[in-house]
């Protein structure tokens, strides 16, 4: 049985004897229609392998494997492998891995689960205390994911569709934005979980397909400039970059005007293609 309604998925959790765990973040979707707008943005078909970080119950695993080649799905909750196996049963093409997603392998799961032509779809409702750092590993791997659908804290959301200028504009922004082209799809009310979180939801597309032109010499070097830059965001950018570079103020004052950025402005007023510039330019 795929458990979507609220009375599904209480009986399901009283059948197998399960609570929510409040430490691993879980709140269990209720809600079909989001579930269905969920599947509708992954649109998986016959060529489509999804990798899926925290299954829960099982209910968009399913609804996706209906329609994927594949999924593969990560779970840390060793004791919702009950429930994930009943609910999976009629579906011999996902799998579950229980292990906790930051310390997988991705590269080493998913190589043999990829063929020539296939196409990787990252889908997720991730957990609000580990959603940067699972969002990151993904993005980060050198997996070949082509699009990631997310679901994250309304405020997390915002971060990541931010644009410069604004206050919610900062490291994950550009984070996200230099990774592909980030939309919001829809917000989630808490009342589509069982149990209620406290915070709204919303729905991100990453298109990782559709990267923007500017692409840094030196990735690691690019974030650590945007980190420094964003640690004190009161400060100007030369005085922040000295501080969290750990750079003298003057070289760094002429590496910034070199870049043709004033070094008196803030960091939320950069651009990724200003950040990309400033990386390149710090590292000559």
């Known amino acids: 049985m795929t458990a979507v309604s ?7 959790l009283r059948r197998h004897g399960v609570i929510a765990k409040k430490g691993y973040g879980q709140n ?8 269905d707008g969920i599947v509708r943005a992954v649109a998986p078909d016959a060529r489509t392998v999804v990798l899926e970080v925290g299954p829960g119950l099982g209910a968009l695993t399913a609804a996706l494997a209906e329609r994927a080649k594949r999924v593969v799905a990560i ?7 009950p429930v994930l196996d009943e609910v999976l049963a009629p579906h011999g093409n996902a799998e579950v891995v229980y292990e906790d997603c930051l310390k997988v392998d991705l590269r080493a799961l998913l190589a043999p689960r990829l063929d020539e032509g296939d196409r990787l779809v990252f889908a997720a409702n991730l957990p609000y205390y580990v959603t940067t ?4 590993q993904v993005l980060e791997s050198d997996v070949p994911v082509s699009r990631a659908v997310v679901m994250v804290q309304r405020e997390v959301a915002d971060r990541m569709v931010a644009r410069p200028g604004g206050k919610d504009y900062g490291v994950l ?3 996200v934005q230099y990774r592909g082209e980030v939309r919001r799809l829809f917000n989630v009310p808490p009342s589509a979980f069982l149990p209620q979180p406290g915070v709204e939801s919303a729905v991100v597309e990453i298109d990782c397909d559709k990267r ?3 692409r840094a010499a030196d990735e690691a070097a690019l974030f650590r400039v945007v980190r420094a830059a964003f640690g004190t965001r009161r400060k100007t950018l030369e005085n922040a970059l000295a501080a969290g570079l750990g750079m003298p103020k003057e070289m760094v004052r002429q590496k910034v005007v070199a870049a043709g950025i004033d070094p008196g402005a803030r960091a939320e007023q950069l651009s990724l293609a200003d950040f990309v510039r400033l990386a390149d330019g710090m590292g000559k």
């Open 28 to 35: 269990f979707l209720v809600d079909a229609r989001v579930l």
């Open 173 to 175: 922004s550009i984070g």
């Open 212 to 214: 923007p032109a500017v």
């Open 75 to 81: 779970e840390k909750d060793e004791s919702l492998r």
């Open 6 to 12: 609220a009375r599904e998925v209480k009986e399901l």
């Open 133 to 136: 750092p699972i969002l990151f």
